[in-house]
Antibody, heavy 123, light 110 residues
Framework: QLQLQESGPGLVKPSETLSLTCAVSGDSINDAGSYWVWIRQPPGKGLELIGSIYFLGGTHYNPSLKSRVTISVDASKNQFSLKMSSVTAADTAVYYC???????????????WGQGTLVTVSS | QSVLTQPPSASGTPGQSVTISCSGS????????VNWYQQLPGTAPKLLIY???QRPSGVPERFSGSKSGTSASLAISGLQSEDEADYYCAAWDDNLNAWVFGGGTKLPVL
């Protein structure tokens, strides 16, 4: 059974960089049929896809966040990571990592999710 | 403001049926498949319906999905108290070049 677990600081200061890691267990991150994604949910609000990465390293970012986001993969540790720069209070959210199951990022679905981690942006 | 439009709330009593709508446009629902996610209180979303009307293994048959034109629907029959959750629709948007979600529909089971 595939499992994903987010980790990282729960508090980040405004203008600094948010860094999170998602550890994948139960399967290899090198699964050719999978993309690995980050999704966030501000308190009391809906879901927003941040971006995705393919095991070969190809990335796709939400255009609205693209200038501030970097997603990378470390296959040797079976994990992938998110960095978001210049954060503000508007970036306060529960951050989920998930697997996208589909041949292309534009098709398929998100079938496995981490439990989520709350990141608060505050001084 | 979400790209896909859902009613903010729906309601039903145990045993009843309820339908949740999801309205989009030609660039998302009109040209791509719709997925539905269920988010129980305090938990991560869970895939409920994929490719408009397919149920993953383990999802009860009383959950069903449909799509027509630029709108999609999630139907729940025989409502149970454990169905009390937030429900989100999602689709790829060809213009935005991104996955977009509905704003979510809160479903209390009264």
């Amino acid at each position: 059974q595939l499992q994903l677990q987010e980790s990282g600081p729960g508090l980040v200061k405004p203008s600094e960089t948010l860094s999170l890691t998602c550890a994948v267990s139960g399967d290899s991150i090198n699964d050719a049929g999978s993309y690995w994604v980050w999704i966030r949910q501000p308190p009391g609000k809906g879901l927003e896809l941040i971006g995705s990465i393919y095991f070969l390293g190809g990335t796709h970012y939400n255009p609205s966040l693209k200038s501030r986001v970097t997603i990378s993969v470390d296959a040797s540790k079976n994990q992938f990571s998110l960095k978001m720069s210049s954060v503000t209070a508007a970036d306060t959210a529960v951050y989920y990592c998930a697997r996208h199951n589909g041949a292309f990022i534009s098709s398929g679905f998100f079938d496995y999710w981490g439990q989520g981690t709350l990141v608060t942006v505050s001084s | 403001q979400s790209v896909l439009t859902q009613p903010p709330s729906a309601s039903g009593t145990p045993g009843q049926s309820v339908t949740i709508s999801c309205s989009g446009s030609s660039s998302n629902i009109g040209s791509n498949a719709v997925n539905w996610y269920q988010q129980l209180p305090g938990t991560a979303p869970k895939l409920l319906i994929y490719s408009n009307n397919q149920r993953p293994s383990g999802v009860p048959e009383r959950f069903s999905g449909s799509k027509s034109g630029t709108s999609a629907s999630l139907a729940i029959s025989g409502l149970q108290s454990e169905d009390e959750a937030d429900y989100y629709c999602a689709a790829w948007d060809d213009n935005l070049n991104a996955w977009v979600f509905g704003g979510g529909t809160k479903l209390p089971v009264l």
